[in-house]
């Protein structure tokens, strides 16, 4: 094999080890490197050749999944009412969380602490200017760091999709949910919580 | 040995091993299990003659907590405003996740998913039985199903210790951060945020 070919087959094995692992993981959180492996078509030994540790895969795969989701919410329509833009906001993110449920699972279970939140950097930063431009307004509330407010939707959203785990809501419930707690949570004391 | 002395000294044992494995996990969420033993002054055959694996251990220790954190919970007066004493019942509850914020990390990394929360179960129906009577009266929100608005201050909550952990925010923050963020959660549509 020429340096060229050898190259471009460990890139054909890279990109089917993160598809299959996605697929996998969207199955089973705690699907093992042996069912990704095969799923790829490709030998242990090849897969661990490119991700040492299971963790190192399921960062990847997460990392590939948090840049798909940065691509549909940088769509969103975030001009005109604060409110109603962080409604459009919270509903596309929910559907992001919803539809890799799975997958943060594994994540969650698998990476260091912090890990989760850490790739959540970019979205994270588009709640905040978001909810910075409704403070100018007051709209939303400026007793509490923006920072702060941010990690409440974030810890709300994903403890949503705990809550679908166990059973204890449904997919459908927690869109409406998720957007009448963080409306509330987020409404400057004194004024009214929106309808 | 008579089998009274064994049994004796296999629940001094225990004994030794809790107390200690609280201390090592409020010192280090991933203090290992030869550590504790050290501590407790057993070897490691003992420890794991009791605690079979360091998921085991970390259980006992975090049921252990939650019984410790009941006791203080049933003292707190839930009686008149149910905004007042949601408010102390909050105030109540953070200081205990605080206290045992590291417990909480290492059983959040080492216990399987859901099991942080299945260990709530007693908390979390002390704060649904006062949302209740708060709903009856107008004062929360009866739009979302309580067991809901249970899990958004259960999600706050835990995510606040995380915050702390990751430096974003001290533990004299939290508190109010986290009465404020929960008291407009959980205030009716169309009704006013408390100051």
């Given at each position: 094999m020429t340096e060229g070919a050898r190259r471009a087959d460990a890139?054909?094995?890279?990109?089917?080890?993160l598809a299959?692992?996605?697929e996998c993981l969207a199955r089973d959180p705690g699907a093992s490197t042996s069912e990704i492996a095969k799923a790829a078509g490709v030998g242990r030994v090849t897969l661990y050749g490119?991700?040492?540790s299971r963790a190192e895969l399921v960062d990847a795969v997460f990392v590939q999944a948090i840049a798909t989701g940065e691509e549909a919410l940088g769509q969103v329509d975030l001009t005109g009412d604060p409110r109603a833009a962080?409604?459009?906001l919270i509903e596309s993110s929910w559907q992001l969380v919803d539809h890799f449920r799975a997958?943060?699972?594994a994540a969650q279970e698998s990476l260091p602490p912090g890990r989760v939140r850490e790739l959540h950097a970019d979205p994270m930063t588009r709640v905040e200017r978001l909810l910075e431009r409704g403070r100018t307004q007051g709209v939303f509330r400026s007793d509490l760091p923006s920072s702060w407010l941010v990690s409440?939707?974030?810890n709300v959203m994903?403890?949503?999709a705990a809550e679908i785990q166990a059973g204890r809501i449904t997919s459908e419930q927690a869109g409406p949910y998720?957007?009448?707690t963080l409306l509330a949570a987020f409404t400057p004391p004194g004024t009214e919580v929106p309808q």
């Open positions: 890139q054909r094995n890279i990109a089917a080890i299959a692992a996605a490119h991700f040492p962080l409604s459009r997958l943060l699972l409440v939707m974030h994903h403890g949503a998720i957007n009448a």
